[in-house]
């Protein structure tokens, strides 16, 4: 297998082709939007908990193979899994692709791996789980690859005004 | 198109020039290198790495008021790199070459001294809607410090700059007119001189940001007839760092230093200090002499080439790389102006242009992908990022058909 090969595995371009979950979700715990203004990508991530479970995750938006496979694979992977778990998991994703020493993971994110050898693109496979984090810590309405110093909406405060009709 | 009279151009030895240029042999990813990304920055001949090396090894001190022999020749090296930059401006002074970091900072330079103490709140400055970043953030910033406002020349789909629109905008508060002579996005070759006549006739001043436009036209400031015309080092065969501000000269004369410093004074007490002359009020601290140095070498050697000839080679590239890539199912050319230099932005349909980057280096064939320092003019165009092939003189046909097929790969990995 080449490096190109391993990198656009068949597995991650299915996902690209036919990404899971990627739909408006109906009723939302919140939404957080991941953008990277450095390359136009947006990915918006869903998530509805039940209790400290998340339901359900859906994505929308746009960006490059690796950024909707990655976001594919990460809607199907938290669903069923405790808050803390899909952080654990979020952070292993993290460790495998910031630093190519981080455990392999199981299953279609395993596929996920060659883009550590690709540091420009390791943004794009880490967008959607950077949007999902920031979900399920501070509630941020909008997470950016690049630090633009102003304060973000939460989801807290979007549901507010949501409900005051905003 | 070429600005040089087709009838003259001749046939160009693209081999001999290649060998000039030792960074273009080697093997990327296992393949022979393409490099289709000029427009980001262009590659330098052997002779300018040398000249780097050389004042290095034999000739450096800090230059002015030395009186050793280093100081002498270091001097003498910077000041005939600026009489070369002024001989390929057709400046009528060096007292109108002001050595700059890049063009960005050409650009800052104007709006800060030029600009700046004559704008009063409501007044306008004129700019398009295909600058490339660095000519619309320091426009911005002068505005907010004034309370002038930016005005933008809108474009047609072609990527053309919309003429009507541009003399319905010059309007009785416009102070400045600051567009690009050639967009690095798209391409497209603006009608500088009859942009210069139009601004003119009402008596407002013009910038160009010329930064891609020295590789591939003729620049002459006087026939031009603007009154500021930046460019980089980088761009033109020369280093990183270092780059232009022309300015007119009773117009420089009137402007306040920006930076202040060794170098840029005549003067010093703690009271007052007064400022030296033309260029130096403009340089303060010690310069990037090995840039200018490398930059003077760089346009010798460029001016030395028989110009009509690489530009009408780069035409024929143009023409063949827009029927490569209009050629391939699903791709769409943005920016397609009548008159163009070498360079091609598409779109696939089905593709992200960071896939097609990725996938194309697997290939040896290096082209840029992003939104090139124009996020406002893709806005304009719905499209978050393009996929750029920029050419030089030193491509062939043979590197054009590689992209193609390169292309023709990368669309058939993401197909069903």
Same mark, same amino acid.
């Given at each position: /297998?080449?490096?190109?090969?391993?990198?656009? @595995?068949?597995?991650?371009?299915?996902?690209? @082709?036919?990404?899971?979950?990627?739909?408006? /979700?109906?009723?939302? *715990?919140? *939404?957080?939007?991941?953008?990277?203004?450095? *390359?136009?990508?947006?990915?918006?991530?869903?998530?509805?908990?039940?209790?400290?479970?998340?339901?359900?995750?859906?994505?929308?938006?746009?960006? *490059?193979?690796?950024?909707?496979?990655?976001a594919s694979m990460m809607t199907e992977a938290v669903a069923g899994r405790t808050r803390t778990q899909?952080?654990?998991?979020?952070?292993?994703?993290?460790? /495998?692709?910031?630093?190519?020493?981080?455990?392999?993971?199981?299953?279609?994110?395993?596929?996920?791996?060659?883009?550590?050898?690709?540091?420009?693109?390791?943004?794009c496979a880490t967008l959607a789980w950077e949007a999902l984090r920031a979900g399920l810590t501070s509630g941020a309405t909008r997470v950016s690859t690049e630090d633009e110093g102003a304060p973000q909406d939460t989801w807290a405060q979007a549901n507010e005004s949501a409900r005051n009709g905003h | 198109m070429s600005a040089y009279p087709a009838e003259t151009a001749s046939v160009l030895d693209v081999d001999a020039l290649r060998a000039e240029f030792p960074i273009l042999h080697q093997q990327i990813n296992g393949r022979p290198l393409v490099y289709l990304d000029n427009a980001a920055s262009a590659q330098r001949p052997a002779c300018v790495i040398d000249a780097i090396a050389d004042y290095y090894r034999h000739d450096h001190a800090n230059v002015h008021r030395g009186v050793h022999t280093l100081s002498d020749r270091a001097t003498r090296a910077f000041e005939s790199a600026r009489e070369t930059v002024a001989r390929f401006l057709n400046a009528t002074s060096t007292r109108e070459v002001i050595w700059t970091r890049g063009t960005t900072e050409a650009i800052n330079?104007?709006?800060?001294?030029?600009?700046?103490?004559? +704008?009063?709140?409501?007044?306008?400055?004129?700019?398009?809607?295909?600058?490339?970043?660095?000519?619309?953030?320091?426009?911005?910033?002068?505005?907010?410090?004034?309370?002038?406002r930016l005005r933008v020349v809108p474009i047609h789909r072609s990527g053309e700059l919309d003429m009507d629109a541009f003399e319905r905008l010059l309007g009785e508060r416009t102070r400045l007119v600051a567009l690009s002579h050639v967009s690095n996005s798209l391409g497209t070759i603006n009608p500088a001189a009859r942009l210069v006549n139009l601004?003119?006739?009402?008596?407002?001043?013009?910038?160009?940001?010329?930064?891609?436009?020295?590789?591939?036209?003729?620049?002459d400031v006087q026939a031009l007839g603007c009154d500021f015309y930046a460019f980089s080092g980088h761009k033109l065969f020369g280093p990183t760092g270092i780059g232009v501000l022309w300015g007119r000269e009773s117009l420089l004369e009137a402007m306040p230093p920006w930076h202040g410093g060794g170098e840029m004074i005549r003067t010093v007490t703690f009271e007052k200090s007064t400022w030296n002359d033309l260029p130096f009020k403009f340089e303060a601290g010690t310069p990037n002499i090995a840039g200018a140095v490398g930059l003077g070498r760089a346009l010798e050697w460029f001016m030395a080439q028989d110009r009509e000839a690489l530009a009408a080679h780069e035409d024929t590239l143009l023409a063949r790389c827009t029927e490569v890539i209009e050629a391939l199912p699903g791709l769409r050319i943005i920016g397609t102006a009548e008159d163009k230099v070498s360079v091609v932005s598409f779109v696939a349909d089905d593709v992200h242009a960071h896939d097609l980057g990725t996938i194309l280096d697997h290939q040896g064939v290096?082209?840029?992908?992003?939104?090139?320092?124009?996020?406002?003019? +893709?806005?304009?165009?719905?499209?978050?990022?393009?996929?750029?092939?920029?050419?030089?003189?030193?491509?062939?046909?043979?590197?054009?058909?590689?992209?193609?097929?390169?292309?023709?790969?990368?669309?058939?990995?993401?197909?069903?």
């Open positions: /297998m080449t490096a190109l090969e391993a990198l656009y @595995r068949d597995v991650v371009l299915e996902h690209n @082709r036919r990404p899971r979950n990627f739909r408006r /979700m109906a009723a939302p *715990c919140g *939404c957080t939007d991941g953008v990277n203004p450095l *390359c136009g990508d947006r990915l918006m991530v869903c998530l509805r908990l039940d209790g400290e479970t998340i339901a359900e995750a859906s994505f929308e938006g746009s960006g *490059c193979a690796i950024a909707v496979a990655s899909a952080l654990a998991l979020a952070d292993a994703v993290s460790g /495998m692709l910031r630093e190519r020493s981080g455990d392999l993971l199981d299953g279609d994110l395993a596929a996920l791996a060659a883009v550590s050898a690709y540091p420009s693109r390791v943004k | 330079l104007v709006a800060q001294s030029f600009a700046r103490p004559r +704008l009063q709140a409501g007044d306008e400055i004129l700019i398009s809607t295909m600058e490339h970043h660095a000519n619309i953030v320091p426009w911005q910033m002068v505005t907010e410090q004034t309370g002038a601004a003119h006739e009402r008596g407002i001043p013009v910038l160009f940001d010329g930064a891609q436009a020295g590789p591939h036209l003729p620049i290096a082209i840029r992908t992003g939104h090139h320092c124009t996020m406002p003019l +893709l806005e304009w165009y719905g499209v978050p990022a393009t996929a750029r092939a920029s050419m030089a003189f030193y491509n062939t046909h043979e590197e054009i058909e590689i992209l193609g097929q390169a292309l023709e790969r990368a669309l058939a990995m993401f197909r069903d």
